[in-house]
């Protein structure tokens, strides 16, 4: 199994709250409420090291309430390399419907400063000098972050030849993409914000996902919740139809999604086995908090219903429906 440097630069405390049906403006009772230590990379490293890869997380977490995050660390047995800064790390609330819908409120985080950012890529140079198979780097910008630094990451990546695996948006994304990443999944508001036109239909979303192949992403994921996904690999586009499940709460499909792609490609699976067993087990992740479980006894079943076709770069328009 590979060594992975996990990156999350404004990881959270994520309170999951549930009531039946969320309704603006009014009181609730919740049904139950859970706090777990979170954030992008941290959810992706989880899953990785239960795939039995060696994961070693970086990035920036709050001095006053880091606790939740260390036992997440021991627990899954990621080595803790995240710089301590002064304050809290965030708490995001998800407040999740009795039909699987979730509402997010995402906060800012607490402020990094020149001091704690330099700290952080002297600690990012000794990590990279352990040549990892690869560097994710997931998630929003705490405060203080300037979207350009997510190219200063990207740049030295590259100076030790370690491929990057990006999951952000906004102009963090722009700037990613621009130094050159292995692969980029954003999700579809995230592709259309990037390409800074609203998608109206599938030919268009597959051309912005070319766009950005073209701007630096070599391969380009672009996931749609429950909706059948895409992927521009290798000059193949393909598409992914995810199996059907009961959805409890979608939080942390994408970055199951993310993880399961990397896992399969560190494993030397073929495009299309990767594709099916990320898209299994994002499906997987929907069907309860946290992370996707390729442990589950029904997972065999879920990677069978994933339905995958491919076409070349050029048929992007003539994408189907898959077969009933
Ligand atoms: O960094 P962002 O974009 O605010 O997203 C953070 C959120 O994303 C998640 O990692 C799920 O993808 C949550 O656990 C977390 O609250």
Excluded at 27 to 39: E, S, W
Excluded at 58 to 72: P, V
Excluded at 126 to 154: K, T
Aim: hydrophobic content about 50%; charged content about 15%; proline content about 4%.
């Amino acid at each position: 199994m590979s060594h992975v440097l996990a990156i999350t630069l404004n990881p959270a405390l994520d309170l999951s709250i549930g009531v039946d049906q969320l309704v603006p403006g009014t009181l609730h009772r919740a049904r139950n409420a859970a706090t777990v230590a979170a954030g992008k990379g941290h959810n992706v490293a989880c899953v990785l090291a239960a795939l039995g890869h060696d994961v070693t997380v970086a990035g920036f977490l709050g001095d006053e309430n880091d606790g939740a995050h260390a036992r997440l660390f021991a627990a899954h047995g990621l080595v803790d390399r995240c710089t301590r800064i002064a304050g809290a790390t965030r708490t995001n609330v998800k407040i999740g419907e009795a039909d699987g819908r979730v509402s997010d409120v995402n906060t800012p985080g607490a402020i990094v400063n020149d001091t704690d950012w330099q700290a952080f890529m002297a600690t990012l140079d000794d990590a990279l000098a352990q040549a990892p198979a690869a560097v994710v780097l997931a998630g929003s910008l705490a405060p203080g972050i300037a979207p350009a630094r997510i190219g200063d990451i990207v740049q030295r990546c590259h100076t030790y030849e370690v491929p990057v695996w990006l999951d952000t948006s906004g102009a963090a994304l722009a700037a990613g993409v621009a130094a050159g990443c292995a692969w980029v999944k954003p999700n579809a508001c995230e592709l259309a914000e990037w390409a800074g036109v609203a998608l109206a239909d599938e030919a268009e979303l597959l051309t912005a996902a070319h766009d950005m192949q073209a701007a630096g992403g070599a391969h380009v994921i672009v996931s749609r919740g429950g909706e059948r996904l895409y992927a521009c690999h290798a000059g193949q586009l393909w598409v992914v139809t995810p199996p059907r499940v009961a959805v409890a709460n979608t939080v942390c499909a994408g970055d199951s999604l993310l993880a399961g792609l990397l896992h399969g490609q560190l494993s030397g699976q073929a495009t299309d086995e990767a594709l099916r067993f990320a898209c299994a087990l994002a499906a997987e992740a929907v069907r309860h908090v946290g992370v996707g479980r390729a442990d589950a006894p029904d997972f065999s079943d879920l990677q069978a219903q994933v339905c995958l076709e491919t076409t070349p770069h050029g048929a992007v328009a003539t994408a189907r429906e898959p077969s009933p």
